[in-house]
């Protein structure tokens, strides 16, 4: 058996495992989704991956995700988990998350806020339900 052979059957998947989990534009008001990008092949252990996407460039959510979708591929990226709006002020280090998706619903703003923490350990990163 090969090494890539082992590494198809007992373990997680490289691709995902290479997928920046936080991909956020530095600065200003932006509308973001929460996304689970699924690996297409079965037998790794890891199937999927929580990540954060959020661009000024697109001013609704469904157009995040299609290019992270096109972006993604051959990966299967086709679980919004919600959305919301972020505003980030990279001089101040913080980072403030809160609203919804018209489309998607909201999504969960603690996970998000994790997944931004981890990406950005020195900033304060807030979220409001309201």
């Known amino acids: 058996m090969t090494d890539d052979e082992e590494y198809d059957r007992n373990c997680v998947c490289r691709d995902l495992e290479s997928i920046t989990k936080v991909g956020i534009d530095t600065d200003g008001e932006f509308k973001y989704i929460l ?3 699924k690996c297409s092949n079965k037998k ?3 199937p999927s991956v929580v990540i954060v996407r959020g ?3 697109h001013n609704n959510h469904t ?3 299609n290019e992270v979708n ?3 591929q051959p990966l299967c990226g086709d679980e919004v988990l919600g959305g919301g709006i972020i505003t980030h002020d990279s001089n101040s280090k913080t980072i403030n998350i ?3 998706s018209d489309t998607y619903g909201e999504a969960n703003h603690a996970a998000t ?3 931004i923490r981890e990406a950005y350990p020195d900033y304060k990163v807030t ?3 309201k």
Do not use: Q
Request: proline share 0%; hydrophobic share 40%.
């Open 55 to 57: 661009y000024k460039r």
């Open 113 to 115: 806020a994790r997944l």
């Open 44 to 46: 790794h252990e890891l």
């Open 98 to 100: 809160f609203g919804k």
């Open 35 to 37: 996304m689970k990008v």
């Open 63 to 65: 157009d995040i995700f």
């Open 70 to 72: 096109e972006e993604l």
């Open 127 to 129: 979220f409001n339900n």
